[in-house]
């Protein structure tokens, strides 16, 4: 089979779309591919990565829209091409929309509605961007804004209404060829947890959870419901839950997936699995202590928000940092959400479910 052609090469609308940031980042920015699609539906999209991880991300959340041209490898590429397409835009994480190459001529003359569109994120940008500085400070300027105006990260990646993010609802899909792996992997009722702690990073993320809450957390769960598996899901950098039943760090995204879509409940931090565990319409238990639940929360989940100096994401921002605001070695938000507390929560979630023989 021949090789398939850049999207330029098409005829047809051509975007460029360079994929950065992590796992959570990118489930939120197939909202923003599909708005994009919505208003352009016979564009092309290549999406340039800039490592495998990502490329492995773009085929498990983009790979099935008839939209996606190619995957390709951004060094070089990129550069190299960048002058070709219609349009180039790129996501800072799930904070803003940078638009790195606008062809406002073939771009009004395929899709008028693409190019109004652009056209109201330029006008955003120059309100809401230009002079503001670093890209921190533009995360720091949403972060605020998000609790004034009741609004979250999905509602400022629509730029205010420029493109047609009406809700935060993601569309990721299941890929039929691996429902039989997960169901031979037999797991019965189960719950989903993660630590998002890497086991050779010292000290670990700011909004994580500490390990001796989440062994505890699994021990309390364990005896108030022993006939629900408690199944651990993360990278394979993660550090292991001992006391989970099962331990899935180091697996397929595409199974992954499913293990996520199929659990009664998953229970972490905020972080990437939450976003693609939501997406995938599964009930989550998520605890915020750094991070701030108005920009990054769902309401359709539990949310545990912490009362100790919350949010200093407003300050320190970064969901990666591993300083914490007062100079603590744990920090206290996180560290006042009780393994007591979450048990409770769960319990109470999991014991108005319609389960047999598991209390």
């Not at 779309?17 to 909202?31: C, S």
């Not at 890929?175 to 992997?185: I, M, T, V």
């Amino acid at each position: 089979m021949a090789e398939k052609n850049f999207a330029f090469e098409s005829g047809e609308v051509s975007i460029a779309f360079p994929l950065i940031g992590g796992l959570g980042d990118n489930v939120i920015a197939k909202k923003f591919f599909d708005a994009i699609i919505e208003l352009a539906p016979n564009c092309a999209i290549d999406i340039f990565c800039i490592n495998e991880s990502l490329k492995i991300m773009a085929s498990a959340f983009f790979g099935q829209s008839k939209n996606l041209n190619l995957i390709l490898d951004y060094n070089g590429l990129y550069k190299e091409n960048i002058q070709n397409y219609d349009l180039a835009l790129c996501l800072f994480g799930a904070r803003c929309i940078i638009l790195e190459r606008v062809n406002p001529q073939t771009l009004q003359e395929k899709s008028p509605a693409l190019f109004q569109s652009v056209l109201k994120i330029e006008e955003y940008n120059k309100h809401n961007l230009h002079g503001i500085g670093s890209p921190n400070a533009v995360s720091l300027r949403n972060s605020n804004a998000s609790r004034i105006l009741g609004k979250n990260c999905f509602w400022f990646l629509s730029c205010g209404g420029a493109l047609p993010i009406r809700d935060d609802k993601v569309n990721i899909p299941l890929l039929p060829e691996y429902k039989a792996e997960f169901e031979r992997l037999n797991l019965g009722n189960y719950i989903t947890v993660y630590s998002d702690i890497e086991f050779n990073f010292t000290p670990p993320k700011v909004k994580t959870w500490p390990i001796r809450h989440l062994v505890e957390y699994v021990a309390l769960i364990k005896k108030r419901f022993p006939n629900i598996s408690i199944v651990q899901c993360g990278s394979g950098r993660d550090m292991k839950i001992e006391n989970a039943d099962r331990h899935f760090l180091n697996v397929d995204l595409e199974l992954m997936k499913y293990i996520l879509a199929n659990s009664l409940l998953h229970v972490g931090c905020e972080g990437g699995l939450i976003h693609l565990a939501t997406a995938l319409g599964t009930k989550c238990v998520v605890l915020f202590g750094f991070n701030n639940v108005h920009y990054f929360g769902y309401n359709r989940n539990i949310n545990i928000v912490s009362d100790v100096c919350f949010p200093c994401a407003d300050i320190w921002y970064d969901g990666m940092s591993r300083i914490c605001g007062r100079g603590a070695t744990e920090p206290p938000c996180m560290l006042s959400i009780t393994p007591q507390h979450v048990c409770e929560v769960t319990c109470n979630y999991l014991s108005h479910l319609d389960l047999k023989n598991n209390a």
